[in-house]
């Protein structure tokens, strides 16, 4: 998983409580997004970042914020979480160096929200 | 605003037989498109690329991807499939520019692709 590294990976929570999601890369990428993916659904950009305290919204950023404070961290935090925040997370990576636009996923986090 | 169309949900497949897997898009400009697929439990993995250059496009675990512009489609193949190819595959193609060099993906909703031995 390309030096991704994602924590929890497994996480329950009640609804109303604050949740933060963890990821961590090793390869000095620039941009970092954070994902949900939903069955029928496939994968929705919550929010990514192109540099340490640059940040933006995706599609679907009502409920999420977000905070990178080093290059090789980027936090997803729930404020208040739902069920419809029930989902599988996933962060990825890439730099547009030497032309790859490609991104590098990590292995997510499954959160529940009951 | 871009778009990524999977028109199958699921694939079905029997080992040793050719596969395809059907994407199609909708960008303004010059479309930049990518094929992941993800295993159970796992994120997904880029399999290959298509940014300029020749219509084929070969990646991991040998499949190979089919740019076509005029019928906007980008589908994956593989001659001879494998039971261990059985897994969700999306289609993407990268978007909006979103600022400081960075576009967004927008991913199609996948399809299951099953190998039967």
């Known amino acids: 998983d390309a030096g991704i590294t994602q924590s929890p990976r497994h996480k329950v929570t009640e609804t109303g409580t604050p949740v933060t999601l963890r990821c961590h890369q090793t390869?000095?990428?620039?941009?970092m997004y954070w994902y949900r993916q939903d069955p029928g659904h496939g994968l929705r950009l919550i929010h990514y970042?192109?540099?340490?305290?640059?940040?933006d919204k995706g599609e679907v950023s009502d409920g999420y914020s977000v905070s990178r404070s080093k290059t090789e961290d980027f936090l997803l935090t729930l404020e208040s979480a739902t069920s419809s925040q029930t989902s599988v997370y996933f962060c990825?990576?890439?730099?547009?160096?030497?032309?790859?636009?490609?991104?590098?996923f990590g292995p997510g986090t499954r959160l529940t929200v009951t | 605003a871009q778009s990524v169309a999977q028109p199958e949900d699921q694939v079905n497949v029997a080992e040793g037989n050719p596969l395809t897997v059907k994407c199609t898009y909708s960008?303004?400009?010059?479309?930049?498109l990518f094929w992941y697929v993800q295993y159970p439990n796992r994120g997904l993995q880029f399999l290959l690329k298509?940014?300029?250059?020749?219509?084929l496009v070969k990646g991991s675990y040998g499949f190979e991807a089919e740019f076509n512009k005029s019928q906007t489609s980008f589908h994956l193949k593989k001659p001879s499939a494998l039971v261990s190819d059985s897994a969700l595959y999306f289609c993407?193609?990268?978007?909006?520019?979103?600022?400081?060099?960075?576009?967004?993906?927008?991913f199609g909703k996948g399809t299951k692709l099953s190998v039967i031995p």
């Open positions: 298509y940014i300029t250059g020749d219509n």
């Open positions: 960008v303004s400009g010059n479309p930049y």
């Open positions: 970042s192109y540099g340490v305290k640059d940040t």
């Open positions: 990825a990576i890439s730099d547009i160096k030497g032309g790859r636009y490609e991104q590098y």
């Open positions: 993407a193609v990268r978007g909006s520019y979103s600022g400081a060099g960075s576009y967004q993906l927008t």
């Open positions: 390869e000095n990428h620039r941009y």
